[in-house]
């Protein structure tokens, strides 16, 4: 499946941009974390781009949501370890992540919000001058972004990054491609 196949179906499933911009943002990661640990930076960075791909079609129902998506992620033609790794990143199915494309989709879903949430609050609203000393600030700030969960991020350490890492190469990815994300 070519990239280009992947986001017109994001497009014609999606509406909301800003959906769309947390699954680019989601890829850029998975892209560069790939690349982090030699592993095969399609396969992540897609796995990445469409793991929401079913987020309006399932309408929050939260006992439908990734398991669409992994079936339409199948249609598309994504591999087997690919859409295990969609499925399971909705915890509601009782499907344990396996596989460390799982581990690694499940901790980068939420670091997208807090990164996301940390730009906006800069008087410019861009990431460009963004330091990551102040995204691990706002990360102990419970109650700042507090939908991108704290817990969830800090599963980094379980494909054996520390947080400080994980958040340094969240952002750097993501002003990668700020302009796409209109930060
Ligand atoms: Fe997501």
Same mark, same amino acid.
Not at 129 to 135: C, I, M, N, Q, T
């Given at each position: 499946?070519e990239?280009?196949?992947?986001?017109?179906?994001?497009?014609?499933?999606?509406?909301?941009g800003?959906?769309?911009?947390h699954?680019?943002a989601t890829?850029?990661?998975?892209?560069?974390l790939?690349?982090?640990?030699?592993?095969?930076?399609?396969?992540?960075?897609?796995?990445g781009?469409?793991?929401? /791909?079913?987020?309006?079609?399932t309408?929050g129902?939260?006992?439908?949501?990734?398991?669409?998506g992994?079936?339409?992620?199948?249609?598309?033609?994504v591999?087997?370890t690919?859409?295990?790794?969609?499925?399971?990143?909705?915890?509601?199915?009782?499907?344990?992540?396996?596989?460390?494309?799982?581990?690694?989709?499940?901790?980068?879903?939420p670091?997208?919000g807090?990164?996301t949430?940390?730009?906006?609050?800069?008087?410019?609203?861009k990431?460009a001058?963004?330091?990551?000393?102040?995204?691990k600030?706002?990360?102990?700030?419970k109650?700042?972004a507090?939908g991108?969960n704290?817990?969830?991020i800090?599963?980094c350490?379980? /494909?054996?990054?520390?947080?400080?890492?994980?958040?340094?190469?969240?952002l750097?990815?993501m002003?990668?491609i700020?302009a796409d994300?209109?930060?």
């Open positions: 499946m990239r280009e196949e992947a986001l017109d179906s994001i497009k014609a499933n999606v509406e909301n800003n959906l769309i911009k699954m680019l890829e850029a990661i998975m892209r560069a790939a690349r982090r640990f030699g592993e095969d930076e399609e396969e992540w960075g897609l796995t781009l469409l793991h929401d /791909i079913d987020v309006e079609l309408e129902d939260m006992t439908s949501h990734s398991k669409l992994a079936d339409l992620a199948r249609e598309l033609g591999s087997e690919m859409a295990h790794a969609i499925l399971c990143h909705n915890e509601g199915h009782g499907v344990s992540r396996e596989t460390k494309l799982d581990k690694t989709l499940f901790c980068t879903d670091l997208t807090l990164l949430a940390a730009a906006l609050v800069r008087p410019d609203k990431l001058a963004l330091e990551a000393k102040s995204v600030k706002k990360f102990k700030e109650s700042f507090a991108a704290r817990e969830q800090a599963l350490s379980e /494909i054996g990054l520390e947080l400080d890492e994980f958040i340094e190469l969240g750097e990815a002003k990668g700020a994300l209109g930060l």
